[in-house]
């Protein structure tokens, strides 16, 4: 086959593959097969499957490295154990499961696009489940821990600082922030729904009198008052611009004078057709969440200096996986003055 024909089959059949992880992950069969190797009849009972079409499943994921075969019994490969099984420190299973779940809204993206609208009613649907939310906000933190220690070290602040980490998540970032400057508190805003879980993590990591997660909602909530700094990390590509503008206007009035905005996520370049991730990114945040979209870093920096903020200092992280924007608050205290404010 050709190049060309090459890539475009790839490509089309590239689904087929995701579906074959995120059913493996779905079902429990990584876990399963954790415990020991088992006959692909016996995972059918235990997982509660049918024994033929489990046993082609099983196949496939041997085909795709994530099982072994020997004799008549599957196990998983290092790579499963190390990156698909929930108890692994370096698990991504949680965060697998949340893309299988997106796929469904993912395949609505020819209606996303010819109407202009999210796939609103399945992902309303999503939130409405608690096992989904556990998995997209510890899946989250699965995937960022890889990269907050990085992302920590461009974050300078003076003792005793206060953060506020808006719509922090399991608190991956709070985490991160807190080892790397031992006398800084942060603040958690998060949903309510979220709040045990980000708490349980905290507590696991043994932050608990220094991280405080506190209910609220980013949209219409204060961020407190004389903060140190304020971290919003991929919360911007999943509102709307106005939203935006109000989250990174209240982000300057609880900073005190000198304070920082930390931004982390990721940017489309000026092209906007790279790099290759964000524009599916992109894609994803339309798809998912009501006027979400990606910025490019030009687009996020006037944002924060429309508000009044000095022009960021930006960073590259984690070879570019992700990128940080850090700007401040003027000394004084003051919104630009050519915003006439
Ligand atoms: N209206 C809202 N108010 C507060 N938090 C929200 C709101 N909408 C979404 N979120 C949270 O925003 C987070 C976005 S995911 C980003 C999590 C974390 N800051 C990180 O960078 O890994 C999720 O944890 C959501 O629960």
């Not at 940080?324 to 003051?334: E, N, S, T």
Request: hydrophobic fraction near 45%; charge should be negative; charged fraction near 20%.
């Amino acid at each position: 086959m050709d190049f060309g024909a090459a890539h475009v089959t790839q490509m089309a059949l590239g689904a087929w593959q995701a579906q074959v992880l995120y059913t493996l992950t779905e079902l429990g069969i990584f876990e399963l097969l954790a415990e020991k190797p088992l006959p692909a009849q016996e995972v059918a009972r235990r997982s509660g499957t049918h024994p033929l079409a489990a046993e082609g499943l099983l196949n496939a994921g041997v085909a795709l490295k994530l099982l072994a075969k020997d004799g008549e019994e599957y196990a998983d490969t290092d790579l499963a154990l190390r990156l698909l099984c929930e108890e692994s420190p370096e698990s991504l299973a949680r965060w697998v499961r949340v893309m299988g779940r997106w796929s469904r809204p993912w395949n609505d993206l020819a209606e996303v696009v010819r109407t202009g609208q999210p796939a609103e009613g399945r992902e309303a649907r999503l939130w409405q489940d608690p096992r989904y939310v556990a998995d997209f906000v510890l899946g989250m933190h699965e995937y960022a821990r890889r990269i907050a220690d990085e992302v920590a070290e461009h974050v300078d602040l003076p003792a005793g600082a206060r953060v506020t980490d808006v719509g922090g998540g399991a608190g991956t970032y709070a985490i991160a922030l807190c080892r790397r400057h031992p006398d800084v508190t942060v603040r958690i805003l998060e949903l309510a729904s979220v709040v045990p879980l980000a708490e349980s993590t905290v507590a696991e990591a043994g932050l608990a009198d220094r991280i405080a997660v506190a209910p609220g909602d980013y949209l219409a909530d204060p961020f407190g008052a004389g903060v140190s700094a304020v971290l919003l990390s991929n919360v911007l590509h999943q509102e709307s611009r106005e939203a935006g503008e109000s989250i990174v206007a209240r982000a300057h009035r609880a900073l005190r004078a000198g304070g920082k905005v930390v931004v982390n996520g990721y940017f489309l370049d000026e092209t906007r057709t790279r790099p290759s991730f964000t524009t599916l990114h992109n894609l994803s945040a339309f798809t998912l969440w009501g006027g979400g979209r990606s910025y490019t870093v030009g687009e996020a920096a006037r944002l924060l200096q429309d508000a009044g903020f000095t022009e960021p200092v930006v960073h590259q992280v984690a070879q570019g996986a992700s990128t940080v924007l850090v700007a401040q608050k003027g000394a004084d205290g003051q919104p630009s003055a050519d915003r006439g404010e």
